[in-house]
């Protein structure tokens, strides 16, 4: 009886480590650095070398603006976060400094929606038009991403 229990237990301990080996090696490889989502545009809208560096030349230009950008959002976030807990011990609002955020919060998320969408349009003014509308059905989301007017 033990031996069958230990031939039973030891055949789930090795098909479990197979099954978990198996999905790990299959594991999609993360993107989470720019040359890696670069790549993989490249590769999905078939970028010649030149199209590729032009692109790749657009998005480190516009990385310090879009990183600033999160960086601003993160902390209004966090100052949020303070507000809410003093709105909570204190049990009142300050419906003042909750409009500041509100308005501090929409400027932000617009700014970050211009810049975006700034970086697709330069982007997508590299590629043919067969690439270009590809990569706009790619990142396009509910809004469609109509050129800016020049205010």
Known sequence: MKRALLTIALGLA??????????QLRRPATTNTLEDRLAWMKSELQLTEAQFARVRDIHQASGPRLNAIAAQAAGLQAEFMVFEQLRRAEDRVDFLEFARYVELRRRLSSEGRDSTRQLVLAAAAVMTPQQRERYIRLVETDAPLAPLSSD
């Open 14 to 23: 090795v098909g479990l480590g197979i099954h978990l080996a198996y999905f």
